[in-house]
Nanobody
Framework: VQLQACGGGTVQAGGSLRLSCAASGRTFSIYVMGWFRQAPGKEREFVSVIRWSGGSAYYADSVKGRFTISRDKNTVYLQMNSLEPEDTAVYYC???????????????????WGQGTLVTVSS
């Protein structure tokens, strides 16, 4: 599975951005796909994930109510609204072929990663 992310940029606080991640290759094997982010000097953290078959989506508490994850065919989107300076980070899309159960937030369990896309939110 190959993942190609895009959509990052610079936006003022309160603004919106939409990230996209296109999957190719053995997409039929994907079980979950989602987003992590890494701010300067910090560890990579979970943002959101969606089940490939549809339905369940999960969010980090810090983005609930502001971010929405969705899927259309082989592309997963992350709509980010009401952005805050604390959202500034490199965002990575990731996918797993395994049912991660309640461990969907653990980055080391994801086998497939896209390149990062930088999101900068200015105050």
């Amino acid at each position: 599975v190959q993942l190609q992310a895009c959509g990052g940029g610079t936006v003022q606080a309160g603004g919106s951005l939409r990230l996209s991640c296109a999957a190719s290759g053995r997409t039929f094997s994907i079980y979950v796909m989602g987003w992590f982010r890494q701010a300067p000097g910090k560890e990579r953290e979970f943002v959101s994930v969606i089940r490939w078959s549809g339905g369940s989506a999960y969010y980090a508490d810090s983005v609930k109510g502001r971010f929405t994850i969705s899927r259309d065919k082989n592309t997963v989107y992350l709509q980010m609204n009401s952005l805050e300076p604390e959202d500034t980070a490199v965002y990575y899309c990731a996918a797993s072929s395994s049912n991660l159960g309640g461990s969907y937030y653990v980055s080391s369990l994801y086998a497939y990663w896209g390149q990062g896309t930088l999101v900068t939110v200015s105050s």
